[in-house]
């Protein structure tokens, strides 16, 4: 139901660290060692743009969008062809009629996907991880070209809401599918990257027509597809955002920059206590990893006194404590491909590491 949190309680995560992200590595076998030995219950489907400049989650997920293209830098879109309506009704047939050959149509590849998929065989692993670009950072990155229609916000409109949905359901579906292919109890986590979540209030602000409500509509039906295929449902900014649109949609993790916006979810205490009540977790991605002089300073008990004093700021704006800390996980706040490997490997093996030192509290 829209504007009412509708997780499941209790979300099925077995571990407290959510890997991500993109990886500095040059060497799959490498990598492949490196995500066995940390995270062997959660993997995560690194990217290794070393490796191949398409391994990207924007270029992943919009590769074969119906009706895009990427032109000049761009990408467009369009829906007043023939073409493109005949794309439109396909892709509704297919989300309406789930076979494996549907489902392949919106199939993707990734650098490391065939080690990753190896790796949730090998060790039964109960939970994986893996991301999409999200519907509203879709629906911004768009470019709308159908003639007359140049200033059209595609996602106040009806058949753009559809095809969001429906189009990022099926990539995440196919995927699905091959991990419980390699594991049939694995729990997926797909996480969907919002990096601009935050203009959301710029865009309340210059239309009567965009609402809160609209982006928790395309949320909602997203996180409802995929809880229904047996995976959990993450969404990622590191910008200051409207978090209780991702909550009310029913997300099973909120993950944010809990290093740069410590206080981002202070202000909504009540919203907060009520999802986590409800089985949700928070995702603090407080391991800084900017700079490599910033990870070369970093260090477990920093990071812990850093982690407990942030919480602690929630728990005094009014969560629960044991709400707080017996729903938590925790990560990097970014991509480590920039920094040598050898400290994009400290910076996630204090992922880890620190995932172990948040406290469990009895009721």
């Given amino acids: 139901m829209i504007g009412t949190f509708v997780a499941y309680k209790g979300s099925n995560m077995k571990v407290k660290c959510l890997p991500m992200g993109t990886i500095p590595y040059d060497n799959i076998d490498y990598a492949a060692r490196m995500v066995e030995k940390l995270f062997e219950k959660n993997p995560a489907l690194f990217l290794l743009p070393k490796l191949s400049e398409e391994d990207?989650?924007?270029?992943?997920?919009?590769?074969?969008?119906?009706?895009?293209?990427?032109?000049?830098?761009?990408?467009?879109?369009?829906?007043?062809?023939?073409?493109?309506?005949?794309?439109?009704?396909?892709?509704?047939?297919?989300?309406?009629?789930?076979?494996?050959?549907?489902?392949?149509?919106?199939?993707?590849?990734?650098?490391?996907?065939?080690?990753?998929?190896?790796?949730?065989?090998?060790?039964?692993?109960?939970?994986?991880?893996?991301?999409?670009?999200?519907?509203?950072?879709?629906?911004?990155?768009?470019?709308?070209?159908?003639?007359?229609?140049?200033?059209?916000?595609?996602?106040?409109?009806?058949?753009?809401?559809?095809?969001?949905?429906?189009?990022?359901?099926?990539?995440?579906?196919?995927?699905?599918?091959?991990?419980?292919k390699a594991c049939p109890t694995t729990k997926p986590i797909v996480v969907l990257e919002e990096p601009m979540l935050n203009k959301i209030g710029n865009m309340k602000r210059e239309s009567e027509v965009f609402t809160e409500e609209t982006l928790i509509g395309i949320y909602s039906k997203i996180v409802e597809k995929l809880k229904e295929a047996g995976a959990?449902?993450?969404?990622?900014?590191?910008?200051?955002?409207?978090?209780?649109?991702?909550?009310?949609?029913?997300?099973?993790?909120?993950?944010?920059?809990?290093?740069?916006?410590?206080?981002?979810?202070?202000?909504?205490?009540?919203?907060?206590?009520?999802?986590?009540?409800?089985?949700?977790?928070?995702?603090?991605?407080?391991?800084?990893?900017?700079?490599?002089?910033?990870?070369?300073?970093?260090?477990?008990?920093?990071?812990?006194?850093?982690?407990?004093?942030?919480?602690?700021?929630?728990?005094?704006?009014?969560?629960p404590e044991h709400l707080v800390y017996n729903h938590a996980t925790v990560s990097t706040n970014g991509n480590t491909d920039k920094l040598p490997i050898i400290f994009s490997e400290k910076a996630l093996m204090l992922s880890t590491q620190l995932a172990k030192k948040i406290p469990t509290v009895k009721n």
Avoid at 245 to 262: E, L, T
Wanted: proline share 3%; hydrophobic share 40%.
């Fill in 56 to 180: 990207n989650v924007e270029k992943y997920t919009l590769k074969g969008f119906p009706c895009t293209k990427f032109k000049d830098g761009k990408y467009l879109i369009k829906t007043s062809t023939s073409a493109s309506e005949g794309a439109l009704e396909e892709l509704d047939q297919d989300y309406n009629n789930l076979t494996l050959e549907n489902m392949e149509k919106y199939s993707f590849e990734t650098v490391f996907m065939k080690k990753y998929l190896a790796i949730i065989k090998k060790y039964k692993c109960p939970n994986a991880t893996f991301n999409l670009l999200g519907p509203y950072t879709i629906s911004q990155k768009l470019h709308n070209v159908n003639k007359g229609e140049e200033d059209l916000m595609l996602i106040t409109e009806k058949l753009y809401k559809k095809l969001f949905v429906q189009a990022i359901c099926m990539k995440a579906l196919w995927f699905i599918n091959e991990i419980k």
């Fill in 232 to 319: 959990m449902v993450a969404v990622h900014s590191t910008e200051k955002s409207a978090w209780q649109v991702p909550i009310k949609a029913g997300v099973d993790i909120i993950s944010f920059d809990a290093y740069n916006n410590p206080n981002n979810l202070c202000i909504i205490p009540e919203i907060v206590t009520d999802y986590l009540e409800n089985g949700g977790k928070i995702n603090w991605a407080i391991i800084p990893v900017i700079s490599e002089s910033a990870v070369k300073a970093l260090s477990i008990d920093f990071l812990t006194t850093r982690l407990i004093n942030t919480m602690q700021g929630l728990i005094l704006a009014g969560v």
